[in-house]
T-cell receptor
Framework: EAQVTQNPRYLITVTGKKLTVTCSQNMNHEYMSWYRQDPGLGLRQIYYSMNVEVTDKGDVPEGYKVSRKEKRNFPLILESPSPNQTSLYFC????????????????FGPGTRLTVL | SQKIEQNSEALNIQEGKTATLTCNYTNYSPAYLQWYRQDPGRGPVFLLLIRENEKEKRKERLKVTFDTTLKQSLFHITASQPADSATYLCALDNQGGKLIFGQGTELSVKP
């Protein structure tokens, strides 16, 4: 089944404790992206990747890191989480080729609900 | 700065009627505009994409228009059903990988 998976689905942690949220897709998509969703602020892009070893900042990259060493995986790293990073996080992938070719469909993962105390 | 607005936080309509949702944007020249559906606690689901050189696109009961002069997209659901109740998001795509989402419009279709 074609899908985007995220782990963990729920996480409660404390300020300053490094964490990684994994994202994996089995559709051989070039493009992957991370978003956070907060009430009243909607869905905001954190980072995106057009292909392996290519990552770029979205609208809210502060406090986050990403890496794209393999096509299928795009982990989100919070080096020193803070309470304002408490949010619902979504990973997504799309068959978009490097160079800005057409993205016909963006597939979203089920979400990771993160609470930072 | 770039801004994208979806009209009204909630839209209530009667089953069978046409729902029309609006997406307006400023300070942006998107190559594409996308529409998604999101149910509570779930990830968004892609519905339609329309290119800047397309005026209208249809898929079953869905229709999207894109007016780059007015900087507006309209999303229509004809013959609406209670199962269409959800939050609908529009997103601007500049073809470079960066996407900007609107806050969404919550649609409620009453039987």
């Amino acid at each position: 089944e074609a899908q985007v998976t995220q782990n963990p689905r729920y996480l409660i942690t404390v300020t300053g404790k490094k964490l990684t949220v994994t994202c994996s897709q089995n559709m051989n998509h070039e493009y992957m992206s991370w978003y956070r969703q907060d009430p009243g602020l909607g869905l905001r892009q954190i980072y995106y990747s057009m292909n392996v070893e290519v990552t770029d900042k979205g609208d809210v990259p502060e406090g986050y890191k990403v890496s794209r060493k393999e096509k299928r995986n795009f982990p989100l790293i919070l080096e020193s989480p803070s309470p304002n990073q408490t949010s619902l996080y979504f990973c997504a992938s799309s068959p978009r080729a490097s160079g800005g070719a057409v993205a016909d469909t963006q597939y979203f993962g089920p979400g990771t609900r993160l609470t930072v105390l | 700065s770039q801004k994208i607005e979806q009209n009204s936080e909630a839209l209530n309509i009667q089953e069978g009627k046409t729902a029309t949702l609006t997406c307006n944007y400023t300070n942006y020249s998107p190559a594409y505009l996308q529409w998604y559906r999101q149910d509570p606690g779930r990830g968004p689901v892609f519905l339609l994409l329309i290119r800047e050189n397309e005026k209208e696109k249809r898929k079953e009961r869905l229709k999207v228009t894109f007016d780059t002069t007015l900087k507006q997209s309209l999303f229509h659901i004809t013959a609406s059903q209670p199962a269409d109740s959800a939050t609908y998001l529009c997103a601007l795509d500049n073809q470079g990988g960066k996407l900007i989402f609107g806050q969404g419009t919550e649609l409620s279709v009453k039987p």
